[in-house]
């Protein structure tokens, strides 16, 4: 398996974070039952990532007492003008958020001016560039004017990122190898679409099982509808973290 990554990055107000680790994403918009699901289950080592439900439900008041209690991915995925994505970026970072993300097809200014709004905070938090939907295959790909397969365009984009100097990127399973093969030197991956066997696949067009992700080498993996909609959340966590070889 591929060598993993230990981030130099800690967490806003928590633990450092191992590779390898379960993001569960908080898909609600209750921000009640959000800090319920943190509490519940924080004990067993795992993220969660915010995303746009949950931040307009709750908003950065919501966001930052989350990251008082444990490692929150906001997930916003900024793509505007650089100018306009720094200032975000930063404003992200105040909430003491442990990784933010953005849109890696906003180009290399865009990411550039990402990054360079984190530098001198301590501690800064990881930055990693959305390359691909997990829900998007080729056909759409080509639909919305990309050449290539959706494989090739998450290398480029990877590529560029690397050259701007984030942390990572997000891709599907299915692009874990050519992303770890062509950009190396502690840049890690973020993985939706991970799915344990037997699930639906919802929406999502790439995917694979958390032991598939793992035996790729994959550093975080995110997943929110097999754990969110489990009569038992803490169960379907614990259970996912075993198929990935942990032991709460």
């Known amino acids: 398996m591929t060598d993993k990554h230990n981030p ?8 450092e974070v191992s ?43 919501l966001v930052k007492d989350l990251a008082g209690r444990s490692q929150i991915f906001l997930d916003l995925k900024f793509h505007d003008i650089p100018n306009t994505v720094a200032a975000a970026v930063r404003s992200a970072a105040s909430l003491k958020v442990w990784m933010i993300n953005v849109h890696a097809a906003g180009g290399r200014k865009m990411l550039a ?30 639909e919305t004017g990309c050449v290539g397969s959706a494989a090739d365009r998450v290398v480029r984009l990877a590529r560029l990122s690397k ?5 990572g ?16 030197d502690n840049f890690i991956t ?19 099982t958390p032991a598939g992700v793992i035996r790729s080498g994959g550093d ?19 259970n996912i973290l075993a198929e990935m070889g942990i032991n709460p």
């Open 19 to 61: 590779p390898g680790q379960l993001i569960v994403a908080l898909d609600v918009s209750d921000p009640g039952r959000a800090r319920e699901l943190v509490e519940m289950l924080s004990p067993l080592g795992v993220g969660f990532k915010v995303g746009l439900e949950l931040f307009l439900a709750g908003g950065p008041p």
């Open 190 to 208: 973020v993985t939706p679409g991970v799915r344990p066997p037997g699930e639906d696949a919802g929406d999502q067009s790439r995917i694979a």
């Open 220 to 238: 975080y993996l995110v997943v929110g509808r097999p754990v969110m909609r489990a009569p038992d959340p803490f169960v379907a966590a614990r």
């Open 113 to 142: 001016a990402a990054r360079e709004a984190l530098e001198g905070l301590t501690p800064k938090p990881l930055l990693v560039a959305v390359t691909v939907l997990t829900s998007m295959d080729d056909r759409e790909m080509i």
């Open 163 to 167: 050259e701007c100097g984030l942390d």
């Open 8 to 15: 130099k990055h800690g967490p806003g107000g928590g633990k």
């Open 169 to 184: 990127v997000v891709c599907s399973p299915l692009e874990i190898d050519p992303v770890k093969e062509q950009v190396p």
